[in-house]
């Protein structure tokens, strides 16, 4: 029971997100008489236009034009028209059809003009392919979308591919459908083909479709295996690369590389840093200064082939060359600093605290053991004997005759 309810719903609302592209086309034949070509149908998927004709005629003339004017024509030999892959025409801004016979003035113009409040179709489309595989699409809801309205993203690859919902979205406010995520996206040489519908209580929702060539919108991951080698004399290096990953393309001929290579002695000074752009995948860095430390980078886009055209995702920063050690400098500076400073400030609190005689008083003389004298020496060495007052008396003696 609840099988049969689920499919009844699911089969109601697929009618329901592909009703804009199973409207009637409206048809207006030549007034001069009632046109015998009738029941005209548009196969949007297979691109096919077919109508029924009441009379056999051996050659007819059908025409598409979109609402830029734009127009594509062809002749066919039978009531079926099919428009090349090479005809994207959005349908949402509307689509005319116009079959004719030839050498006569019979003629049917239809029109198929899609349905809904205007101002109610998202807005802001756009995609972007990342890391070779994987795909973001992302959109705003219309200004005049209802409260209730929920989008949903249908997309075809190619055109032997089916059309599939998306898996993964991206909820924005009151969870409506911002976004969708992509997994295991392939590149085609064919546009891939994008419509977002949407559905609410209240009012009928514009549908937008759009064509992209799913090559533009890749964003290109960086080269691969980068390597530098460098000589002695002349001094030179050598420098090797492959291209970056992708799913639909291998040559390296397809490529364009940008090589950017900076003096890390003064990375801000343009005039040494160097930037060319190249074909292959080697390059020749002439006047390498072996003193020197360099940093390479190298990115890649798109030349002569189905490829973005706009420049890829940098390689990792490699160094090379011989950057000039200044750290054994600026460790003996320090040292040299540190020492001046330390003694200047012993100096200055030795000056302001301390006397140098007090610190640097006599140190005593030890006892020599070997000529050792006794208590009373050393007591007479050091007593000195007071002087003594005394009067000399002279006596003469005389010798007589």
């Known amino acids: ?68 004017r734009a127009s594509l024509q062809k002749e066919v030999y039978s009531p079926l028209c099919t428009f090349p892959v090479e005809v994207y025409m959005p349908l949402h801004k509307g689509i005319t059809f116009i079959i004719e016979v030839p050498n006569t003035n019979i003629s049917e113009k239809c029109t198929f003009n899609p349905g809904g409040t205007t101002g109610s179709a998202i807005a802001n489309f756009s995609c972007v392919i990342y890391n070779v595989s994987l795909m973001n699409c992302t959109w705003q809801a219309g200004r005049d979308a209802p409260e209730d309205t929920q989008y949903y993203l249908y997309w075809q690859n190619s055109r032997d591919d089916d059309q599939v919902e998306c898996e993964i979205y991206i909820k924005g406010e009151n969870g409506r459908n911002v976004g969708c995520r992509f997994k295991n996206v392939r590149i085609e040489i064919e546009k891939a083909y994008f419509l977002v519908n949407g559905s609410s209580k209240d009012s009928l929702i514009e549908f937008y479709d759009e064509y992209i060539d799913l090559y533009k919108i890749e964003i290109l991951t960086p080269p691969l295996n980068v390597t530098v080698n460098c000589t002695g004399g002349p001094a030179s290096c050598r420098i090797t690369w492959q291209p970056p990953r992708t799913n639909h393309v291998g040559k390296a001929g397809c490529f364009q590389f940008q090589i950017n290579i900076q003096n890390k002695d003064d990375p801000t000074e343009k005039k040494k840093n160097l930037t060319v752009q190249v074909r292959d995948t080697t390059y020749e860095f002439q006047n390498y200064n072996e003193k020197k430390k360099y940093i390479l980078k190298i990115r890649a886009r798109g030349k002569y082939c189905p490829v973005s055209s706009n420049w890829g995702e940098w390689s990792e920063p490699i160094e090379f060359g011989q950057e000039k050690d200044h750290f054994i400098f600026v460790i003996l500076f320090l040292i040299a600093l540190g020492t001046i400073s330390v003694t200047l400030l012993q100096y200055c609190l030795f000056k302001r605290y301390c006397s140098f005689k007090s610190i640097f008083s006599p140190v005593p003389q030890p006892r020599d053991k070997f000529n050792v004298s006794t208590d009373e020496d050393i007591q007479t060495e050091h007593i000195i004997p007071p002087k003594k007052s005394c009067t000399e008396e002279i006596t003469t003696v005389e010798e007589m005759t």
């Open 1 to 68: 029971m609840f099988d049969i309810l689920g499919l009844i719903c699911m089969i109601w609302w697929c009618m329901m997100l592909f009703h804009p592209l199973h409207a009637e086309i409206q048809c207006m034949g030549s007034k001069a008489q009632e046109s015998p070509i009738t029941n005209v149908k548009m196969n949007w998927i297979k691109r096919e236009l077919s109508w029924e004709s009441s009379k056999n005629f051996s050659k007819y003339r059908c025409t598409i034009m979109d609402s830029r």
